[in-house]
């Protein structure tokens, strides 16, 4: 009897377990979803969401001497450009959208530089043909551009900011001398640093590992990085002329010159950032801002303008006929991402077109409920017509194993922040690929951006290489109003994540009522192998699906059976962070959420 007893209850537990891991249980909430991994912040006075929880704090207290939105976010930024390398930092570029409360509107800042005046599209060729390379890349001196981080920090303080310039630097700068301890994940992609960037001229293995020779630090190590702390000292005494016209300019100028680089002092003194208006489309009454090209901010409007005339919540979250609808609408922006999106400044941009709701309707018809389209190609948005799918070749693959394009693996850094004034910033920044191209000038503490290898060598390509040109972007914030009113500063990092992420929390949110943690909580995919604004097309199986673990199989099934490519991935959905304004009673609240996958931290007081 006692046999049969324990096989019975052996049974029942292995029945338990077996639906267990069916529905992919993770904890017992009270309240919530059960897959949200903490609840939303609330805050009455200000907030500071980042992926590095001593950035939030520094942020935090930047807010409590009397900052502003800006000045915390300035002083956020440039600690994580110290705390997580591996994403950010001085050598990259940054954009930002920040609500003005006491002007109820939006500043839009394109942060991005350019590429060296004096390497024309046929040197460039010349120096790819040395390679024997057809395409930019994406380590060394070729796919430099100039950092534009530090030129849109000082345009955001002039504008915005309430302390000295030298009073947001001055938290980085303190933990740049005392050092700091390095969290797991941070370690994780550090180490990949001394190989990548092996046998490059400069100080990487100097600056970035423990023992000069390729120790990179392991979780809780503490690092030091005292050039980068004079770097930021010096910014913070003279202003961003010490880096675009001074000290740091020469030394980066005559470096360049010593080891065969292109960038000079002149593209530096000649670079400038832009104040763009942000654009948007209205989704359900909400309406969602990005930023317009050179990056890919309007992909996410696009997708939202396609998916408007779908009854997601019916639907139902994460359902087949909802994924499906997502990736189609997805691969149809995409289309006219890769053709369309540049530097406005060399390229004409149908812009108007592209978002127009009737332009979005003549897409959507291009969606078979059915199936999966295996070739997309970009529409008419001047005439407001969506061209048929056709046939097409696919292109070599590049980048990462199992990835089809390089810009789906870019490495970044979303934060936003919240003031007791109302002001709030929405902002990222990122070096690219990596930590960058693996350049390190010795005694300044930074590596320069490989985001010049963004650029297509196509000749006839709307974002193909010129001296003096912005790249495509792959950095976006996001911003929603609601009745004329801020609603939510958000965004979601990593290459070409970033636009389907943006869809996905807001969709989350607008359309399945999540709470701001848990859209964000909430397994997510991503479709790769698409067309690609370097000049990859999408892939003979119409580029291919990758989903959470939190996404059943029955989903995953049903739409293999549509004809989706679907495979699991881990790490490769990005990182998100949000503030979501909510009024009770009259007063303002604050609602912060962070990326549970990283190290993220939303705090508030």
Not at 227 to 233: C, E, G, I, N, Q
Request: proline share 5%.
């Amino acid at each position: 009897m006692w046999l049969v007893r324990w096989l019975k209850l052996s049974f029942g537990l292995f029945a338990l377990l077996i639906v267990g891991l069916r529905l992919n249980a993770q904890i017992d909430r009270i309240t919530g979803k059960n897959f949200a991994t903490r609840s939303e912040v609330l805050a009455r006075h200000g907030m500071v969401c980042t992926s590095v929880p001593a950035a939030t704090q520094v942020g935090i207290d930047i807010l409590k001497r009397g900052g502003s939105a800006v000045d915390a976010a300035v002083a956020a930024n440039a600690t994580l450009g110290l705390m997580e390398p591996v994403s950010n930092g001085v050598g990259g570029d940054l954009f930002a959208i920040v609500y003005s409360a006491k002007e109820n509107k939006l500043y839009g800042i394109n942060g991005s530089g350019r590429s060296p005046l004096g390497l024309s599209y046929d040197q460039m060729k010349a120096e790819l043909a040395k390679l024997h390379r057809e395409t930019i890349p994406p380590v060394g001196m070729l796919p430099i551009s100039v950092p534009g981080a530090v030129d849109a920090w000082a345009e955001l303080h002039k504008r915005f900011g309430k302390l000295n310039l030298s009073d947001d630097l001055a938290p980085a700068v303190q933990y740049a001398e005392q050092g700091f301890p390095v969290t797991e994940l941070i370690a994780y992609y550090w180490a990949f640093g001394p190989r990548l960037y092996k046998g490059l001229p400069g100080a990487f293995f100097e600056t970035y590992t423990l023992d000069g020779k390729g120790r990179t630090p392991a979780k809780g190590d503490i690092f030091k990085n005292p050039a980068l702390a004079k770097t930021l000292r010096l910014i913070g005494e003279k202003g961003r002329d010490a880096f675009y016209k001074g000290e740091i300019a020469d030394k980066i100028d005559a470096f360049m010159r010593a080891n065969g680089g292109f960038l000079r002092k002149a593209d530096f003194e000649k670079h400038t950032s832009t104040w763009v208006e942000p654009v948007s489309t209205n989704y359900r009454g909400y309406d969602v801002f990005e930023l317009p090209p050179n990056g890919q901010g309007i992909a996410a409007l696009q997708i939202l303008n396609i998916l408007e005339g779908f009854d997601l919540r019916a639907m139902g979250r994460n359902s087949p006929e909802t994924l499906h609808a997502m990736v189609e609408a997805k691969k149809i922006a995409w289309a006219d991402r890769a053709k369309f999106y540049a530097d406005p400044a060399f390229a004409k941009i149908p812009l108007s077109g592209l978002l127009s709701k009737s332009y979005g309707a003549e897409r959507r018809k291009l969606i078979d409920p059915n199936h999966a389209a295996k070739k997309v190609e970009a529409g008419n948005p001047e005439n407001g017509v969506g061209a048929p799918p056709r046939r097409s070749v696919a292109a070599s693959a590049r980048g990462r194993a199992g990835s089809s394009s390089v810009i789906d693996d870019g490495d970044t850094i979303y934060m936003c922040t919240a003031d007791d004034e109302g002001n709030m910033v929405s902002l990222i920044q990122s070096n690219y690929r990596g930590m960058g191209s693996g350049i390190v000038v010795p005694g300044l503490g930074f590596m320069f951006q490989d985001r010049g290898e963004l650029f297509s060598m196509d000749p006839t390509h709307a974002n193909v290489y010129a001296a003096g040109k912005r790249p495509f972007h792959t950095i976006i914030p996001g911003f929603v109003m609601k009745d004329g009113k801020p609603w939510e500063a958000f965004g979601v990092m990593g290459g070409g994540m970033q636009p389907q992420g943006h869809v996905q929390v807001l969709t989350n949110q607008i359309d399945f009522g999540l709470n701001v943690q848990e859209a964000g909580d909430a397994s997510r995919w991503q479709h790769e192998g698409d067309n690609e604004p370097t000049g990859e097309k999408m892939t003979e199986s119409g580029g291919y699906v990758e989903v959470e673990s939190g996404i059943l199989y029955e989903t995953v099934r049903e739409l293999r059976k549509k004809g989706h490519d679907v495979r699991f991935d881990v790490g490769g959905y990005g990182g998100y962070q949000a503030i979501k304004v909510e009024m009770h009673d009259g007063q303002r609240v604050y609602v912060g959420a962070s990326e549970s996958r990283k190290d993220g931290m939303a705090a508030g007081y």
